[in-house]
């Protein structure tokens, strides 16, 4: 069992970790069971993406990009409810070379140490509207 989240910088170091794995072509989709609970529900812009769906949305975003970076804005974490909400900013390079650049807020619910609940929306301020998508994409 992964230990329980008590700090505001332990939780930042799991979406630090969680958003290098998933915005890293390199890594296998998989690689995000370490982050996230296998009941994990990811609402974001207006859809719902369990694990199976959630791991799809990371390979179509991998197969997009060369590689990206995170941002965080402000976070804020509550330790007795294990909750975290964050506004942070992905910057990506897609594989055509264009670049995306996307403002995300988010609320997650952490149990056991892995993120349990994502309530997510996502803005694109750079790119093309094909990619508008891209932030639950299956």
């Known amino acids: 069992m ?4 008590t700090t505001a910088d332990a939780a930042r170091a799991l979406l630090e970790r969680l958003f290098r794995s998933f915005l890293d072509p390199a ?3 998989k690689d ?3 982050f996230v609970s296998s009941d994990c529900v ?3 812009d207006g859809k719902t993406l369990v694990l199976d769906d959630f791991l799809k949305h990371a390979a179509a975003v991998k197969a997009a990009i060369v590689g990206a970076d995170v941002t965080f804005e402000r976070l804020v974490f509550d330790p007795v409810q294990a ?3 964050d506004v ?3 910057n990506a390079l897609k594989t055509d070379g264009t670049r995306i650049r996307s403002k995300v807020i988010a609320f997650y ?3 056991s140490g892995k993120i349990r609940e994502v309530d997510e929306l996502t803005l694109m301020l750079k790119g093309s509207l094909e990619d508008r998508d891209l932030g639950s994409r299956t």
């Not at 992964?2 to 989240?5: E, K, L, P, V, Y």
Request: hydrophobic residues 45%.
């Open 109 to 111: 619910r952490l149990e």
């Open 32 to 34: 995000l069971l370490e």
């Open 27 to 29: 890594r296998s989709p």
């Open 42 to 44: 990811h609402q974001v």
């Open 83 to 85: 909750t975290v909400a």
């Open 88 to 90: 942070h900013v992905v």
């Open 2 to 5: 992964t230990a329980s989240i």
